[in-house]
């Protein structure tokens, strides 16, 4: 597919689409990422924690999970995301935050996550993964899911107790979380 | 001269996106969260640490159940993360709204009360 326009010949992408879509979204999730390990504002580090989450949704979505990319969207932009704003936005009036303070020399953590990630690198290189390398085109994957999920020789057990720990850790959240009268 | 002259596609990243690259990826976002959980003193920052390095270990899950012999077990792992994620989450920052109640503050430096 070469256009005459202008004489130039623009060079067939399509091919390489999938590892320009994939470029992109690991960039996005990388750099989002090391903002919001890096950002001197929380606010700014938790909006870089927002486009690695959208990073990471994408990453999901080219693995062909559609539906853990899209409850990873719910789940964690539009529920943890904003819990955590809130619990930004509520605890404001710290040391650091009023310039009362600086905050500790980043330098040793920045150091030692170098190094575990150079480690990590280091155990991928020299791994032997059982992997298919050319696997089938991803198909629907929520009716599984949600087959798997029900069925009691699968997950039926596991599902309704996190299903219970997840209603048991709300209840505990909102009795922690209610202001004190008078003590 | 063309564009096709100077080997422009040779320089994009290759066609097939194997397991490695997806592995790199979540190790680079793990080792940002392990600094964000060490070098902040803010106990909502240590969350946001927190919760990198679960997506990091989702998207390991994951990129394993696309190209392993896992079928869908991956994905159903990487869902029940995702549903103890959101469980801690609530419950962390109802602890952190109470100790900002009690003591109006919530550097985890700052916090020891506890401390023998």
Do not use: C
């Not at chain 1, 919001?36 to 994408?58: E, N, Q, S």
């Not at chain 1, 009716?143 to 850790?169: H, T, W």
């Not at chain 2, 040779?10 to 080792?31: D, E, K, R, W």
């Not at chain 2, 896992?70 to 100790?99: K, M, P, R, T």
């Amino acid at each position: 597919m070469s256009h005459a326009l202008l004489a130039i010949d623009i060079p067939d992408l399509t091919p390489y689409l999938p590892g320009i879509i994939f470029g992109t979204l690991a960039a996005i999730s990388i750099l989002a990422s090391i903002l919001a390990a890096t950002a001197p504002k929380i606010v700014h580090a938790a909006f870089g924690l927002m486009a690695a989450f959208f990073g990471i949704a994408g990453l999901y979505a080219m693995l062909g999970a559609d539906f853990v990319a899209l409850a990873q969207v719910v789940v964690y932009v539009g529920g943890i995301l904003v819990l955590l704003v809130f619990g930004i936005l509520l605890t404001g009036r710290t040391r650091y935050a009023l310039g009362l303070e600086r905050e500790p020399s980043a330098k040793w953590p920045i150091f030692a996550g170098g190094l575990f990630f150079f480690g990590i690198l280091l155990a991928i290189h020299g791994s032997e993964f059982n992997v298919v390398t050319d696997p089938a085109e991803p198909a629907a994957t929520t009716p599984v899911i949600g087959r798997a999920f029900l069925d009691p020789n699968q997950y039926l057990i596991p599902f309704e107790l996190a299903s219970v720990l997840l209603l048991a850790a709300l209840v505990g959240a909102a009795y922690l979380a209610r202001r004190r009268r008078s003590t | 001269m063309t564009f096709a002259d100077i080997h422009l596609t040779g320089l994009l990243p290759t066609a097939t996106v194997g397991l490695t690259g997806y592995l790199v990826v979540a190790a680079a976002v793990f080792s940002a969260g392990l600094v964000t959980v060490m070098a902040r003193r803010n106990a909502v920052a240590i969350l946001i640490g927190i919760e990198l390095m679960l997506n990091a270990a989702n998207l390991n899950l994951v990129a394993f159940d696309r190209f392993g012999p896992l079928e869908v077990n991956g994905q159903l792992f990487a869902l029940f993360i995702l549903a103890i994620a959101a469980a801690e989450a609530a419950v962390a920052l109802a602890i952190v709204l109470n100790v900002f109640d009690a003591r109006d503050r919530i550097d985890v430096d700052q916090i020891d009360a506890l401390k023998g």
